[in-house]
């Protein structure tokens, strides 16, 4: 396990750096601008953006869900391709659409490849509502996978890369190595798994193999049998060519028992094969001196913009601190993983110094009710909304002044990169991505505040360490510069994505 470095090609006559000409296939069962739950989408829509921006042949592969249609309706174009895909003993229709409005970029070749299917992704949620994960997340998964390598075949697009993303797409690594490993169009194709969250594997009961298509003879330990369940993540880490996850720390912390969620031992296999690429953000939608959703925008330099953002924010809020009270906020999936426990147990000694708290999510039933009840008892303190909300996150990132991310393991995490863009200074769990990102030594170069044992204590302890220098105004504008200096652009990243792809395999 390694970080890939920086290739070291001779720029070309632009001075920019030369890329070995490659086709690329991106699939991700989110991707912004067209769905989103969480940062895969973020990661799979940038990145795929910033190939395009690189003048590369890009194609992106993701579900047509009914809030993809609600958001592109007039700009969806029909390719007019009907497939049959086995689904068990079912046949199911794929349908194949593309974004009109992508053909009108000035440069590069991106092509996002839509799958639609009206029975699995006509649905209100992308993989299930509050209560829990639909029940046919099996078949519904299966069906884009195997979509995806079947319009392949029927347009003869012959990719050089698949990159693949978390156990929605974990058996397409597998299939070519089983059910498709015949099919011409991908002889020359490497296949690459990018590990967002060890914590969601895909789980499914023995059925699924059947739904899958692939036989008994791959439900045994060495396959994608995990505890007498089907794991559609294992079939792609047994499977990929290449392993990435989403930054350095996570990478060495997945071959450990206690982040590995059962599958340490067969990630320390791969361990040659397995690199850790950080994430980056997308700095033009996330930029405060140009966001739209913004209505005072603000830079490094200017900030009189931000307190005016923090002033909107308590009053659309009803919160009743001044520009003095610190403002804390979380936004975030409301599930374990991100330490709701932790917040909601922290929250009365958080109030008790002086703070004012401001939190958006959504997810688990349990997490809405606890904060509800806490947000109840300190009214004018305390906005909790719950809830998917872009406009209200860009305003709360800008609004604040303390980002809280308390979360027991992130893979990455973009909320406190989008947070420090936005100068609103960290306090986080000290673990994966959180560490590769925050500058959390006192020094000149500090950018946020990490605490390194998980409990309530621990947290408000550093949250009352980050209070003491919001109070020393020069310190903390320093905290805010450094914070809105550093570099999360995606370009590096997406070099060393291009590097792994040309690595020749062990
Ligand atoms: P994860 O992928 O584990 O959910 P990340 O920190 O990597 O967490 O990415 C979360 C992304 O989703 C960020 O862009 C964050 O701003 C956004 N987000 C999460 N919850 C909400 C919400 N309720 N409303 C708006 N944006 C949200």
Known sequence: MSTPHLPKRPPNSCGKPRYR???IALMSSEAVPFSKTGGLADVAG???KEYTGMGLDVSLFVPLYDSTVKRLHNRLVNLELEIDIPIGNEVKKCRVFSDQGLGREPKGKGTVYFVANEEYFGRSELYGPAEGDYPDNDARFTFFCRSVLEICIRLDLQFDV???????????PLYLKTLYRNESVFKNARTVLTIHNMGYQGLFPPSALGITGLGHEFFHPEGIEFYGKVNFLKAGLISADILTTVSPTYAR??????????LDSVLKKRADALFGVLNGIDTSEWDPASDSLLH??????????????KQELMSRCSLAGTQETPLLCFIGRLSSQKGIDLLVEAMDELISAGTDLFILGKGDDRFQRLLSEQAGRYPGRIYFRVGFDEAMAHLAYAGADIFLMPSIYEPCGLGQMIAMRYGT????????GLVDTIVAADGPDKTGFLFDDHTPASFAEEVRKALLIFRRKETWHKLITNAMEKDFSWERSAVMYLELYGKPLN
């Open 296 to 309: 005072d925008k603000y830079s490094k330099t200017a900030l009189e913009g931000k307190a005016r953002c």
């Open 253 to 262: 912390e997945i071959l450990l028992p206690e982040k590995g969620f059962g």
């Open 162 to 172: 698949l990159h693949c993303n978390d156990w929605q797409t974990g058996l397409i």
């Open 21 to 23: 000409p490659m086709r």
């Open 425 to 432: 200074i960290p306090v986080a769990y000290s673990t994966g």
């Open 46 to 48: 940038t990145l795929f």
